[in-house]
């Protein structure tokens, strides 16, 4: 078993070794969360994700588990959980693949082409095919709430002044909660 032990170990600092912000909390390098941009020219550019990943301890084998860990519209993406539906990843995947295809890849790809005939999110889908129009201001507007640079707006609330932190912003409430915002 150690070949995919230095497998997971290399894809990992493949990852690193690339434009992505990696957090590996406990430095356990079989669950951690990624950095994710949408994709440029998209009604995603602007967003940022983050994306968790669970590696099995049979990776490269089988397939690693991720999911968005704040809000996405996106009929190939559940709403609550995070999860993505993305055959490639659940029934297709294959050792020649590595993390840096889930994020080069496999993730924008799903952004950019979204499959509504095979959905997670039922009201994204059915917005999707209903009103594309509609559908693209609703994953604006998701961007903007949900997925803006933590950085940027870090900054912003520092020129604010302290006070703000205790609005309540930080707080989870039912209607603003962040999937798995809790597990980090």
């Known amino acids: 078993m150690s070949s995919p032990s230095k497998r997971r170990e290399m894809d990992v600092m493949k990852l690193m070794m690339s434009d992505y912000v990696v957090e590996t909390p406990n430095d356990r390098l079989n669950e951690f969360s990624v950095e994710f941009h949408g994709p440029k020219e998209s009604v995603y550019e602007g967003g940022v994700w983050k994306v968790r990943v669970e590696l099995p301890d049979a990776y490269p084998y089988k397939s690693p588990s991720i999911g968005f860990v704040n809000k996405i519209f996106h009929p190939n993406v559940d709403e609550l959980s995070g999860s993505v539906c993305l ?30 005939s095979d959905p997670l999110n039922g009201d994204a889908a059915s917005l999707m095919m209903k009103d594309k129009q509609q559908y693209e201001e609703k994953v604006k507007e998701y961007c903007e709430r949900y997925a803006k640079n933590n950085s940027k707006s870090a900054g912003e609330e520092e020129e604010s002044g302290e006070e703000d932190i205790s609005d309540g912003q930080y707080t989870s409430s039912d209607d603003d909660e962040i999937p798995g915002h809790a597990d980090l």
Request: hydrophobic residues 55%; proline residues 13%; glycine residues 0%.
């Open 87 to 116: 055959d490639v990843i659940n029934q297709a995947w294959s050792p020649m693949f590595d993390l840096l295809n889930i994020f080069e890849v496999f993730l924008p790809q799903l952004l950019l082409y979204p499959n509504p």
